[in-house]
């Protein structure tokens, strides 16, 4: 593999690291995630300024205040690259780790690593976060068993919550370092909604349905999942009509306060996408906790199917996926951990019902990706 003679890097003293797990490790180096041949994915404008971001601070700032503060969680956001390293430190700066009473620090707070075997990414660990959190960053460092011997492609996944305002990755000073290949479907899934869409509340980033769909796929993604705070603004429909994904997941349904208020802006949303995309294909997904018993749940539903139908009628490419269907009836509690956000099993159910979705639209717009 090419060796790193010509890549900046920073010994763990000069870095200010002092975790023992990575000051025994005398031959570590560490690399901005800034420089090639690292390459990230899901975040917006990621080799600019800091702190990271999903999308530019002027779009976030005329949403809403909710948009404006959970733009710079990481939720989405990956490096990737391929080494033989036989160890993988993280040195990562930031202003605080995101404490939550439903969601554990692994995932609010923490990057979690996958490497891909036979063709396939696996999950090999995730970079332990401080049990009490931490104020300024942390870093930590996974080696053998958990990775394997020689050449690795690796991608490491960002924290759902917690903002990052510098990454480091450290690396044995003899290895080597490579540019991982692109991902397959190389246009991102985008995918906008709630706190759900987020990513809460998943055991570790990893386990977030968008990721797990993008791992199955081998597709990028774009996460727009605002905690509280995805209200279909006409600021936020223009942006997400501004990017070219090729796939639209509109899970659009939580955070509208009421049925009216999704009546006023859920068609509205997808007209305006609909108008800057006339052929890119539109997934409508309904909210995963629905119970039959609650009247609002069934307006919600009629809404989004309403949206679904009209476009359905116009000629347009367009899915409806009823969030009745997304959890299983007979463990419909067992998918949550509050009775509202998934938990692992939730998200892998979700993933379930959406990735066959996704599968059949790329398998059939193959030559158009």
Known sequence: MEKMITLSSLSAEELGVTNPKITCQSDLRFYSVKQEPFTIYGLYD????SPYHRMPESVAEAVNDGVKLNNFCTAGGRVRFVTDSDYIALRMISGGSAHMSNMCLNASSAFDIYVSRNGTDRFAGVFDPPLTGYTDGYDDIIGPPWLPKGRKEVTINFPLYS??????????????????????????????GSSITQGGCASRPGMAYEAIISRRLDADFINLGFNGSARAEQPIADYLASLDPVVFVMDYDYNAPDPEYLAKTHENLYRTFRAAHPDTPVIMVGKPDFWLCNESNMERRDVIYRTYNNARLRGEKVIFIDGHSLFPANMREECTVDNCHPNDLGFYRMAACIEPVVKHILETRETLI
Do not use: Q
């Open 46 to 49: 990621p080799l600019g300024g």
């Open 163 to 192: 903002g990052v305002t510098g990454l480091w990755i450290g690396l044995d000073r003899n290895s080597g370092i490579e540019k991982r290949a692109g991902y397959r479907i190389g246009k991102p899934i985008l995918y906008y």
